[in-house]
T-cell receptor, first 114, second 112 residues
Framework: GAGVSQSPSNKVTEKGKDVELRCDPISGHTALYWYRQRLGQGLEFLIY????????KSGLPSDRFSAERTGESVSTLTIQRTQQEDSAVYLCASSLVPSSNEQYFGPGTRLTVT | GQSLEQPSEVTAVEGAIVQINCTYQ??????LSWYQQHDGGAPTFLSYNGLDGLEETGRFSSFLSRSDSYGYLLLQELQMKDSASYFCAVRDRGSTLGRLYFGRGTQLTVWP
């Protein structure tokens, strides 16, 4: 079946603009995760969803970041008033349930803030 | 809090064996996972250890010692395609169920 997909694959935006990043998880996966990866760094947890609810938002770096999930499927990560330090690859992953040992990752969205 | 330590770089030649270590600190521990990420690619799951001992999957093996808060990934018969970053990750009983904490990654370079 289809894997996790993300769009856009690349996004260049000007400082101060808002951006929306989309994630389509594997069908039937109830858990969905967002991570940020700066160049040469590890994966920084942002938020995860169980169904349409977010039990853990503690990784969101500021109130400029928000995320939602609808229909227990697609998720959108929104960054308002982007800053240069927001430049990174944003990775989405999904798993059957939150306790699953394996997470399936999408290809990521590379965000560049100029 | 949680912290994971792994070497930043490892190099080896084709056909060799390499071990990537990971030490961790958590407030409670569920298990240790390993992920592989090629340059520009998505991380892919390699293995999980919930109990002490060795798990083997083909050329790759992963080991865990909970008493030592230590694990490693062992790659045998190295191939050029194994050049990638390898991340260890832990799930912490003190955090929400779905949250994984990742190390900074080990860049493996395999030379011909």
């Amino acid at each position: 079946g289809a894997g996790v997909s993300q769009s856009p694959s690349n996004k260049v935006t000007e400082k101060g603009k808002d951006v929306e990043l989309r994630c389509d998880p594997i069908s039937g996966h109830t858990a969905l995760y967002w991570y940020r990866q700066r160049l040469g760094q590890g994966l920084e947890f942002l938020i995860y969803f169980q169904g349409n609810s977010a039990p853990d938002k503690s990784g969101l770096p500021s109130d400029r970041f928000s995320a939602e999930r609808t229909g227990e499927s697609v998720s959108t990560l929104t960054i308002q008033r982007t800053q240069q330090e927001d430049s990174a690859v944003y990775l989405c992953a999904s798993s059957l349930v939150p306790s699953s040992n394996e997470q399936y990752f999408g290809p990521g969205t590379r965000l560049t803030v100029t | 809090g949680q912290s994971l330590e792994q070497p930043s770089e490892v190099t080896a030649v084709e056909g060799a064996i390499v071990q990537i270590n990971c030490t961790y600190q958590t407030s409670g521990f569920y298990g240790l996972s390993w992920y592989q990420q090629h340059d520009g690619g998505a991380p892919t799951f390699l293995s999980y250890n919930g109990l002490d001992g060795l798990e083997e999957t083909g050329r790759f093996s992963s080991f865990l010692s909970r008493s030592d808060s230590y694990g490693y990934l062992l790659l045998q018969e190295l191939q050029m395609k194994d050049s990638a970053s390898y991340f260890c990750a832990v799930r912490d009983r003190g955090s929400t169920l779905g949250r994984l904490y990742f190390g900074r990654g080990t860049q493996l370079t395999v030379w011909p």
